[in-house]
């Protein structure tokens, strides 16, 4: 079979492009991209789809203005319009941190880009090699089977065309075919994780258990994809069974979901948390779990999650619903550094201290969650903690330029009722932070930086 054969059936088999006329795809200029937008150029007029190309600079290199070049160039000869992006700084080194910084920035512009152009999806070049990188990592993590699945081949508005193709092959259809790539001098940079899992850890498990080790890691995640798969649709419709809504929230019928499979009763709780607080929220291990004690038999709350989401027993059900405690809009508490200041009606509740740069450690680019690192004389000792006003906007960290508060909490999918309970730290009448969301780029910690104000947010009062 053919290389773009190979890549049609994907397509076909995941049905990738169902619905959607236009893709954006993003190129870097490397083999993988570079082959991407070639076959997916040969391919458009049967896939009936027009394509956009998106380049986006991470500031990590010296040779990216030759990058663009050669991706422009490369767009031009396919007749394929482009849109370049730049990074808004070049970030800090320093491996995990860094990586999941670069992913932020690169999603949000492709995302921006595709928003821009009316396109249904943004293809990347993923392959068969990045998924079982992938699967390696997340295990060395402690990934449980959802992460074990891997990369999917279709994450709305995400496709990946090239997930079955190996990266050998990539490589050997681009020289057949004459066409050039881009080396990235990045990839040799072994303070990055993925690049110390590709050039040293792959190849010596290989070396010591024998050859064959990405097919394998590659075949467990389709299999546990599939099981994903099939526990979700179960668990949906277990949802559907046992769960009413009404304005108040959600209820959950508390002896129905007992009775579930440990497996099946998680899930249903993951979906109930993303129904009610929005699909692209993602709750945590810890979420879950409390959830789970308080059915069993914790009290009967109610209890604070994250997000803004309360949970209660109420006799046969267990309830997810917004605080009860009532909204008061224009909500604003100054604080001081160190310092505490709660907003408990929207469930936010902080603590402020400056710390010596340096007793962070050299990296501090390994920002734990609900955590936010300001540079501390930037910042000052006077903040505020208030809710949003008309006409706030900041310099979200990452995306390069000044963004209207409101358009940022869009993109950032919050729902419509809840973006009156979205925190801004300011300083100085700057927005410092979009409390669990992002920080100002103004407000970052740089090489020169001294002092850092180390914000922590819970989501309820300790």
């Not at 709750?283 to 004690?293: D, G």
Request: positive net charge; charged residues 30%; proline residues 4%.
């Amino acid at each position: 079979m053919s290389l773009a054969a190979a890549v049609l059936a994907t397509i076909e088999r995941h049905a990738l492009l169902r619905g959607a006329r236009r893709v954006v795809v993003a190129v870097s200029g490397g083999a993988d991209s570079t082959a991407l937008i070639h076959l997916l150029a040969a391919l458009r007029a049967q896939l009936s789809v027009d394509l956009h190309a998106a380049h986006f600079d991470h500031g990590w290199r010296a040779d990216a203005a030759a990058d663009r070049a050669a991706v422009s160039a490369t767009a031009e000869r396919l007749g394929v319009p482009l849109s370049c992006g730049v990074a808004s700084s070049t970030p800090r080194t320093g491996g995990g941190g860094r990586e999941a910084r670069a992913r932020a920035a690169r999603a949000a512009f492709l995302e921006q880009v595709a928003r821009d152009v009316g396109a249904e999806r943004i293809a990347t070049g993923h392959t068969r090699d990045d998924q079982a990188e992938t699967v390696l990592l997340r295990l060395l993590r402690g990934a449980g089977s959802r992460g074990l699945a891997g990369i999917s081949p279709l994450r709305l508005p995400y496709i990946r065309p090239l997930l079955a193709t190996r990266r050998a092959a990539i490589v050997a259809w681009l020289r057949a075919e004459g066409i050039g790539w881009r080396e990235d001098s990045t990839n040799a940079d072994l303070s990055l994780t993925r690049n110390r899992v590709r050039r040293d850890l792959l190849p010596r498990l290989e070396a010591d258990f024998g050859p064959g080790l990405t097919e394998r890691l590659t075949a467990l995640a389709d299999l546990l994809r599939e099981d994903e798969e099939c526990l979700d649709k179960t668990a949906r419709e277990a949802l559907e069974e046992l769960s009413r809504r009404d304005a108040a929230g959600l209820a959950l019928d508390r002896a129905g979901l007992t009775d579930q499979p440990a497996a099946i009763r998680r899930r249903v709780l993951r979906w109930a948390f993303r129904e009610f607080r929005g699909r692209e929220f993602f709750p945590s291990r810890a979420v879950i779990a409390r959830l789970e004690r308080l059915l069993e038999g914790e009290a009967p709350g109610p209890i604070h999650l994250a997000a803004g989401v309360e949970a209660a027993r109420d006799g046969a059900e267990l309830l997810l619903r917004h605080p009860t405690a009532p909204f008061v809009g224009g909500f604003h508490a100054p604080c001081r550094v160190p310092g505490k200041v709660a907003w408990p009606e929207a469930d936010i509740y902080l603590t402020l201290q400056e710390v010596d740069r340096w007793s962070l450690g050299t990296d501090i680019t390994q920002v734990p969650a609900g955590v936010a690192f300001l540079d501390g004389e930037r910042a000052g000792e006077e903040l505020e903690l208030r809710s949003r006003r008309p006409g706030d906007s900041f310099f979200p960290l990452g995306l390069g330029g000044r963004k209207k508060l409101q358009d940022f909490l869009v993109d950032a999918r919050v729902p419509r009722g809840q973006r009156d309970r979205v925190g801004l730290l300011t300083a100085a009448g700057e927005v410092a932070w979009v409390v669990g969301h992002r920080i100002d780029d103004r407000f970052r910690v740089t090489e020169s930086t001294r002092r850092v104000l180390v914000v922590s947010s819970t989501t309820e009062e300790s």
